[in-house]
């Protein structure tokens, strides 16, 4: 498996380091509900299919990436880095 | 037999091997069946579960009979394809799975008993007595299976693991992958052409083929000329590609060294991983055996391994030869034996309409019902057309028809496809992205059509890379029509008749998986084992499966198959895990005063991946404690110097450092003054401990953040985290600076006066105070923090300088009266002062947990405090930190109880994390979780640790032993 | 038919003519007093403890595919009752206790074989931890044993004492762990359910889950609808989808587990033997075969196959441990979807919608847990109660912060 960093190129899958699907940007506001709270640290959609989720190349740039890919196949489809993502935080 | 000038070995050099003792005379380029062959040696091996006698079936990896144990020394290598083995000069091979000897195998007894034996048989018996299962039934069963051994000694030999990139990986140079590497190689394309074989050419080289008029092997040897010319070509032979993974990654086994004999300077196997744009699978088909009784007997080969045989190594595997198949493209087998002067005693064609018109006699509708040979086949007896016969014969060849070798399409889940016309499975289209079948394993068998494949894949190949191929024109070569009616097993005969050789599946064994409703193919498979020998079913799934779809009433199709998974041959472990061997496991990690530290006898223990001194011994000190006594009293009493670089540092730099702190940490930072420290709290986002440590205000926007050794990494990853998925626009930077410097601590009543004369001038430092300072011309940096309790200092230093730093340290701290000390007495100094490491932060205490919850401010958010006011995340009912103190050793790990309770879980209290002896107050600590245990200092506790058989009572206390008010930190 | 060494003599005799299919292969019926989705290890023995231990034989498992042909099938096989946290400790030693009475009590051998397991450390901090693991296990009820170096020297002559990366500390010995044959494990629970009278239902893919006012109905599948007013939702690493169908989302991501399997060789490997450092693990079959796996793939997928990092990283961890085995070529490696839980823990619970249960959560561990989670989700959908000793397996635990995180490693799904 290879991922395309946007700043380094097309590395093998073992230069990344996976963390969990994209609802970890989506952190509540720090008086959300405990709903809000459970649904980003533990609920998911899981899909099998396209999913976006999160990757680290801590073995390049240490970019945060947001990976759009299929979890049946496999396939790549996007890579994104975290820090440009459009609708970004702050 | 061997035949004169026959064959591609080299004659002019002739190897001596032997076989279970037995010396033997070979060429180069034989491999050690077919030397084997050649010295009429037909019986090889012994079965898996009846221990049947077995010779050579194949002239490939896919051989399911001939393994054998290849010996070196005290080593050894068990189940290697005699078919793929090279000899080479000392070649020593030797039989396996029989006792005491090949010709004489006491577990052949099985073969009697196998009606009792049947499919599955034992999951319906050895259940009772209970206990007789571990102690009798289970070690008779595995000493019984098996195959070869391994030696039980370290594998000391070489092995590599490399990586190849490449615009196009050909995989079989066959015709069909020769053409497809000769298109993509002239249209420029980098181009790997890699062959399992040692030499190049597939069928080419092992039929009587014609090309282009010349003989096959003439043309095969002119293309590679031309490849090996080309600077984008790479040639890969002995490499078998065993693995199709994403995105054009493939894993490959290249056996170096394995057919040169003891060869120091080359590694035995090496592991590639090749990551192609575009790939052509090119793999050939491998012919299937027929199922009739007593199929498995030596002297029963595949068709086209007596062609192998004769063409490539000019053996004949023996005297009066028989040809059995379904199809007209095996006739060849005996038109070549005949040509070549070999008698064929008959063909036997199952086809009720084939021809019968050959130089030897031809049965039509023909099937074997029966066999004879113990040891090597004498007889077989069938019925035809016109009757039936029994016929002297040394060798059967058979054949089934072919089976494309789509392994690898199947390796990303694809599932084949059934070919009715072939009564074969196909590759489904586009089964692994960007590979292209072409030729055999595409279902398509003439060598015009492999030709004209290959260089259609190949086109294809370039158009994805946006190149144009080349005008090329395709040879002439034969392109007879695949003329073949399917036949699957001798119907009403008794007698077994074999599926997979080498895990001694038959028919009947289908059969009665079927009748037991295990229907579906995989039930079968693994209710019968079908297909889960060595060879996984290459010789006998699609026959298994025939059987199985007649006996159910389905189709082949309807049936479905089972998948074949990675590696398409058994792969060695050492080759996979090349590099992983001793110390190559993991980096190793070593301190600046590593040296200095070995110098002074200090044992270095791992730390994560770093090592560390564990103590220095002095003269006459015994034991470790010893020492780590005399440290820590020495600290405490007059100076001592540790590296402590192992720890994480992390520069922080930009106008929203401070800021950026504040969100990391549970406590603030952005009210820190330039020029202090401050501890800091880290929790992950689910309110549990992450991490401690000080950060230094440097500048009003410049920090240093220092991790435990164990999170330097996992914080690093947070900090990028939080940054660029929260507040990307945060002016704020982080290096990882741990490897820049070397810091040493420097603790005790007289570190200051050791570091005055060090420094010549001591600046005034206010506890938690940091400051620069110089040595000689060299920057550096004084923190005024202490993980001992004293009175201390760390100084950080560019890593260049840390060894004559620390040898310099330690050679004033002796003056002092002090010296270096090590993890040991560390450990006892921060135990003694309830000081925290990941003993007690382990991953599931919160801040509550460990007394720290008032540092989580309540004025600003972090990352951590929602998840942490969770109801469960703090309470009485949780396990708190506390002190233990003992007059006799706790251990670690042990379980805290209120005496008089019985010892249960459901009383369970706590248990204790970190334990020392204290020299300081001469007594046993522990800091320790106890339930509720903020509200039971004082209590007496009882700590069972059953492993280590302690079981004595202790007292509860406060976490901070020595000097809480730290009079003597601040002094 | 009762199994027997006797009855396999007498068919042997007359040509093994004589055995009876092990289970039916009934149509599906239009209503049943309980469904349960899934037939693989906790699926069919949930459905063999509802009709043996609560009398429920109206029942049906629907499985997708053919039975065992997810993760039962696929696994290590790893038996073990060693883990440290309340709530996980009595119910893996409730588990081990049904194990060591599974062959007779389902007339079916499953060579449950307790040839004991080594956890190796490898510097006192992981001695620590494993003591603090070996007591929570005898203060449980089981057993755990503290080795030395010299102690697992003994046991273990081949491991690589001298130059390994990580030294030999010592190693947890648990003598109760073991094996045991996966499929037969399926198979034995199947034909034990099918033999009290529950349909189980193959080629059955349930697609939707009918709800009612909060009550569940039936299901959906592509055999037809099917009424029951209790649904078990039992589906390891498709359990996001089927609660999907429920309109929940769970606490799961589903991850890929890789395992190795070598061709067969004479014994060499007595143990089960578990590497920490290196996340190795390694048992040796019956019929010859190292049967060895690692860690994670570390990403979510569905795809029951993985990738060559750690294919490789599996087999550098056991040439460091034991480079005797360099020899052994791997025959087959394969890849099962994991239910992953944030807390490493499992899931056997009601849901907020009346009559729907789910067990789910197992991440590596499951195997090993078949006879308890069957045990106790059938406890929970005769009675509605959890059984005690899987009380805590709740599915609010992660919103209360009532966490079972034995690793440590925090709510990061693939971690644990
Ligand atoms: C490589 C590997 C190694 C492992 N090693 C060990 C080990 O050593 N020890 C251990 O204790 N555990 C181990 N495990 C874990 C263990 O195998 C699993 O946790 C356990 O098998 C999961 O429970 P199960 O048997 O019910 O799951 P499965 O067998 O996966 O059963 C789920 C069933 O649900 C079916 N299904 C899914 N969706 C639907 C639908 N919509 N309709 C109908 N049916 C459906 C599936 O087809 C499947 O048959 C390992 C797992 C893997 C993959
Ligand atoms: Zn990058």
Redo the contacts between chains.
Sequence with gaps: ??LTCPLCGAR???EF?????ED??N??A?D?P??A???Y????????GV?R????H?MGC???LLVTRN??????LAVE????RKG??? | MRLAGKGLIDRGQPVTFTFDGSTYQGFRGDTLASALLANDVRLVGRSFKYHRPRGILTAGSEEPNAMVEILEGNQQTPNVRATVQEVFDGLAARSQNRFPSLKFDLLGINDRLSPFLSAGFYYKTFMWPRPFWEKLYEPLIRRAAGLGSLSRQHDEAQYEKAWAFCDVLVIGSGPAGLMAALTAARAGADVILAEEEARMGGRLVSDNLRVDGQPGVDWVEGTLAELRALPNVRLMTRTTVTGA?????FGALERVGLHCGPAPHLPRECFW?I?AGQSVLAAGALERPLAFPDNDRPGIMLASAVRSYLHRYGVVPGHRIALIANNDAARATARDLMAAGVKVAAILDTRPDASVVEDCPVYVNAQITGTAGRLGLTSITFRHAGGSATLEVDTLAMSGGWNPTLHLTCH?NGRPLWREDIAAFVPAPDAV?RLTPAGACNGTFSTAGAFREGQDAARRALAALGRSAPDLALPQAEDAPYALAAYWETPGVEGRQWLDFANDVTTKDVKLSAQENFRSVEHMKRYTTQGMAPDQGKNSNVGALAVLADATGRGIPQTGTTTFRPPYVPTSIAAMGAGGRGAGFAPQRFLTSDQASRDRGAPMIEAGLWYRPSYFPKPGETTWLEACNRETRMLRDSVGVADVSTLGKIDIQGRDAARFLDLVYTNTFSTLPVGRVRYGLMLR??GHVLDDGTSARLGEHHFLMTTTTAAA?LV??HL??V????????DVRFTSVTESWAQFAVAGPKARDLLATLLGEMPDLPFMGVADVTLGKVRARLFRISFSGEHGYEIAIPTRFGEALFRDLVARAEILGGGPYGMEALNVLRIEKGFITHAEIHGRTTAFDIGMERMVSAKK?CIG???AA?PGMTGPERDQLVGLKATSPMGAGAHLFTPGDRVHRETDQGYVTSVCYSPTLDAHLALAFLRNGRARHGETIRVVDHLRKIDILAEVTDPVFHDKEGVKLRA | MRYSGLRVITEGLFGNKGWKPAWRDPAPKAEYDAIIIGGGGHGLSTAYYLAKNHGMTNIAVLEKGYLGSGNIGRNTTIVRANYFLPGNSEFYSHSMKLWEGLELDLNYNVMHSQRGLINLFHSDGQRDAFVRRGNSMINQGDDAILLDREGVREMLPYLDFEQTRFPIYGGLYHPRGGTARHDAVAWGYARGADRRGVDLIQNCEVTGIDIEGGRVTGVQTTRGAIKAKKVGMVVAG?S??VA?MAGM??????HILQAFVTEGLKPVIDHVVSFGMGHFYISQSDKGGLVFGGDLD??????SRG?L?MVEHVMEAGMTLMPMIGRAKVLRSWGGIMDMS?DGSPIIDKTHIDGLFVDCGWNYGGFKAVPASGFCMAHLMATGESHPVAARFTLNR??TGHILDEEGTG????LH
């Design positions: 498996m290879r093998d899958r073992r380091t996976y963390y969990g699907a970890y940007l952190r509540p720090p959300a405990p709903q709270w459970d649904d640290l533990h609920n998911r959609d899981n899909p099998a999913t989720d999160l990757w680290y801590d240490s970019s945060w979890t049946v196949t496999h396939e790549i880095a975290v820090a440009d970004g935080a702050a | 993974y994403d995105d054009g990654t991983r990551v990303m992205p986002e689910d990494g690093m990853r990028d985290f940054h660029q998925a929260f507040c990307a626009g945060w958010d405090k929602a998840a969770r | 498709r996001s989808q999907a989302r769970l606490p799961i991501e589903s570390f990403y979510a997928s569905y795809a990738n990092p944030p992660f919103a709510s990061q799904h693939n």
